[in-house]
């Protein structure tokens, strides 16, 4: 409480999972002014343009305003969507942004390395040419089709599901009888006009962003792709938290199951638009995620996941009408959901695995993919020994727990470097800095590691004026407010700096316990790949400087990108694809970390910044 | 023969090559391993002194109650050829359904260092093996970690299973781990919750040390 009784109230911003404290009867654009956001309000925040509409999803605001019940009722909102201009904050409360805010606003990394994918789909298709019934050829619409593939492919007992039927009628209207059948195996799952393609999709659900990419199933190439933030996140920015939502209320289970399939129906609509073609032509599709994600996609029970020793319901590969979920697609095609190695080491693993072919390489290798948590996998082709281990290094990569961070967006700091005594900053979108995003933050803490602005264990030292007396405790001055977006102050604190070295130590520990487990040295790794969003904007440089990766001496550092959308495509495409899946995850041991006594010796030791400070190796 | 002020220094400055050597010098050089306990309960002070005067950070808690356990394990043998000296029994363990050790260990090797018997039953401890435990050891305080909102639940079928033992009122219980408040001490029926390992330490001493307060 300050002088005028107002209590102080948390207001987050979800997706952006941006937070401040303000003082009760706050307006929610103030607010999010406050915080940075760009919230639309032509008018300036008078209630005039109704262009603030944001939705409340938990806690207590003001009821509308007599200007705001006007546009509640002519602007068709929904429920709990308020003019952030309007809504006052009466207790801590949690927004949801409108999509077209995220439109532009975060960077998701797409994009993986791959090689030309090798197609062997289990989706055919066939191109035919009917006659149209008469009293002479009284054939059903089935027995046309099923006639003409006989003398085509040969001779198999056709099945089909009524809604195919449905799909053939309308088609055979528009086109004249000349047509496209799909098949899978002997059921007849789909018709398009004729000279159409067999598309797949191929989705890779992450904690928060859907990646989507469209492929020609005969040809593997890709025709467009794209990713969205993952519309659960205002439930829960962490997949834990996202997963105690669901146990703690069953009736939630089905909401965050609709949220994403959603999504991947809006991704499915906007990718086939680009392509030009019907999401009735999405022939198979294929979808990676990590084991939360797939489990609130399928609406398996997650009370399990929550609890040690946090099991997985179901870690085999599926495959499934995609109907059952609701997928745009078309009647009677297939869904193919990796399997998982087990616990939190899911679907999305084994799909990078798959795409690098780190299973099968010759090189001793290191595989990882950095989130919330943190996958690692460990092959030694010496020894043939493949293992894996999931790590909670936390959200301070991802700008959580973090006071100045933020997700990779517009106005986040990504690239930090001293020249000549000088901080220079470089955002995303070249904007004024509103905060620090992962890749920024390692490039920061590396550089105060370097020049002696904190010591061994990550202590801040106060060498200049950067390094300031805050509220609690010391902090570096990062970005002036005279030169920030929203004009305060961007710092790190000591408290940052702490989280960031308990992110980082888990990581670093999880990597050297499997290097133990398989006795493998540190000079005998030939390769490190570092997949995903955040480990593909990373210095890798900066970020064996101060320990996030170890230093290993003979292994080449690689950034692969999407991996995990990568394996989504490969095994979209490719029957052979699926079965080296079901194969990584039959191989693969799972590592415990809390079963080896030194984890936790290697952890405290890995919060420290590796010496020499100013000598960092090349890699 | 290395003085017992620079075990007690190499320790409180995190220096964990140095402070090991020491101990193994010390103990080489006769010097009675309660004394080098002692030594390193000071360091281990001065450390706890300077987290919460914010000199040291949770990563330097962690760091020190590694340093301390692999001390404790050196000088083991030695302190049990020649009787206990411990203040007071604490059973403790991360509770049912929950993993998370990093701050129960930090927890722990403060205990200890405060001269605390702490039997240590590890993580994802069921309320049946607390309960049989404080039996067996008879010990009076009971400290359970969590870190999940889920783990709430685990410490409330604990509190209850001590009161179906009929254990209740003979056993202190603490409790602690990140979300942990005075609202979930009310709900899971605890005595008290400390913030951190310092506080779990002054909740001991009140406790066990009636001269301390």
């Not at chain 1, 078309?330 to 399997?339: D, E, Q, S, T």
């Not at chain 1, 100045?404 to 904007?431: H, M, P, W, Y």
């Not at chain 1, 000591?494 to 960031?500: A, G, L, P, R």
Request: negative net charge.
């Amino acid at each position: 409480m300050d002088s005028t009784g107002a209590a102080d109230c948390r207001v987050t911003f979800q997706p952006i999972g941006k937070r401040i404290v303000v003082k009760a009867g706050t307006s929610l654009l103030d607010a999010g002014r406050a915080v940075g956001l760009s919230i639309s309000a032509n008018c300036g925040g008078v209630g005039i343009c109704g262009k603030c509409r944001v939705k409340v999803v938990s806690g207590k605001t003001s009821p509308p305003s007599r200007i705001e019940q006007a546009f509640l009722e002519t602007e068709n909102f929904g429920p709990n969507e308020r003019l952030a201009c309007e809504a006052r904050v009466a207790s801590s409360v949690v927004v949801e942004l409108p999509p077209e805010f995220d439109a532009n606003a975060q960077r998701l990394l797409v994009a993986g390395v791959a090689d030309e994918l090798i197609c062997d789909p289990n989706v055919e298709s066939h191109q035919i040419a009917l006659t149209a019934p008469s009293l002479q050829d009284s054939r059903s619409h089935y027995m046309r089709v099923a006639d003409a593939l006989n003398a085509g492919v040969g001779s198999r007992d056709w099945t089909i599901q009524p809604a195919a039927a449905v799909q053939f009628s309308r088609i055979v209207q528009q086109s004249g009888w000349k047509l496209t059948a799909f098949s899978r195996g002997s059921e007849l799952i789909g018709f398009s006009g004729p000279g159409s393609r067999a598309v797949g999709l191929a989705v890779d659900v992450g904690c928060t962003k859907i990646a989507a990419y469209l492929l020609d199933l005969q040809t593997g190439k890709q025709l467009a792709s794209q990713g969205i933030t993952n519309p659960q996140i205002p439930y829960g920015e962490d997949l834990i938290t996202r997963l105690v939502f669901v146990a703690r209320d069953n009736g939630q289970t089905e909401l965050m199951a609709n949220l994403v399939r959603d999504a991947i129906n809006k991704l499915a609509a906007n990718l086939c638009f680009q392509a030009k073609i019907s999401t009735e032509e999405i022939a198979e599709l294929c979808i990676v995620g990590n084991t939360a994600m797939t489990h609130l996609l399928l609406g398996l029970p997650v009370e399990q996941l929550l609890n040690a020793p946090f099991v997985s319901s179901i870690d085999r590969d599926i495959d499934m009408r995609a109907s059952e979920l609701a997928l745009k697609s078309a009647p009677g095609a297939n869904v193919h959901i990796l399997p998982g190695i087990g616990g939190f080491i899911g679907a999305d693993h084994v799909a990078m695995i798959l795409a690098h072919g780190i299973d099968r390489s010759e090189k001793v290798t290191i595989g990882i993919d950095i989130g919330t948590n943190t996958e690692i996998v460990l092959h030694n082709s010496r020894t043939d020994a493949i293992v894996s281990t999931s790590v909670p290094s936390g959200p301070a990569f991802e700008g959580g727990h973090v006071r100045d961070g933020i997700r990779a967006a517009s106005g986040a700091i990504e690239k930090a470097f001293f020249v000549d005594q000088v901080l220079e900053v470089r955002t995303i979108d070249n904007c004024a800095p509103l905060g620090i995003c992962g890749s920024g933050i390692v490039d920061l803490l590396a550089e105060l590691w370097r020049l002696n602005y904190i010591d061994e264990r990550g202590h801040l030292l106060q060498r200049d004026q950067l390094v300031r007396s805050g509220k609690h405790g010391l902090e570096f001055l990062v970005v002036a407010a005279a030169q920030s977006g929203h004009g305060r102050d961007i710092v790190l604190t000591q408290h940052d700096i702490t989280e960031i070295q308990l992110a980082k130590a888990a990581i670093h520990a999880g990597i050297v316990t499997l290097l133990e487990i398989t006795n493998t040295g540190a000079a005998e790794v030939e390769e490190m790949v570092v997949a995903g969003a955040f480990g593909s904007y990373l210095d890798l440089r900066n970020s064996v400087a101060i320990g996030l990766l170890p230093y290993l001496p003979h292994a080449s550092y690689l950034q692969i990108g999407n991996a995990a959308g990568t394996g989504a495509r490969m095994a979209l495409v490719s029957n052979t694809c699926r079965e080296r899946a079901r194969m990584i995850a039959r191989k693969v041991t799972k590592v415990e970390l809390k079963k080896h006594e030194n984890f936790n010796r290697l952890l405290a030791r890995a919060t420290r910044f590796p010496a020499p400070r100013n000598k960092v190796p090349t890699l | 023969m290395p003085s017992l002020d620079a075990i007690k220094d190499a320790l409180a400055e995190l220096n964990e090559d140095l402070a090991l050597q020491l101990v193994k010098d010390a103990l080489a050089a006769k010097t009675p391993a309660f004394d080098i306990l002692q030594a390193c309960q000071d360091g281990m002070t001065e450390v706890g002194r300077r987290f919460e005067s914010q000199d040291y950070f949770v990563s330097d808690l962690m760091m020190s109650g590694e340093i301390f356990k692999q001390i404790g394990a050196l000088l083991e043998p030695e302190l049990k050829a020649s009787g206990s000296r411990t203040v007071g029994k604490i059973v403790f363990g991360t509770v049912k359904g929950d993993i998370h050790d990093i701050g129960k260990d930090i927890v722990v090797n403060m205990l200890k260092s405060s001269n605390f018997e702490v039997i240590d039953l590890g993580v994802d401890v069921s309320p049946e093996r607390f309960v049989s435990s404080l039996k067996e050891s008879g010990a009076t305080v009971l400290g359970m970690s969590g870190l999940l909102t889920l783990a709430f639940d685990s410490m409330k079928s604990t509190v209850q299973a001590l009161q179906a033992a009929g254990l209740r009122e003979h056993v202190k219980v603490m409790i602690g781990g990140g979300p942990v408040d005075g609202s979930v001490c009310a709900f899971v029926g605890a005595d008290e919750w400390g913030a951190d390992a310092q506080h779990a330490v002054r909740l001991a001493k009140n406790w066990l040390v009636p001269s301390s307060l």
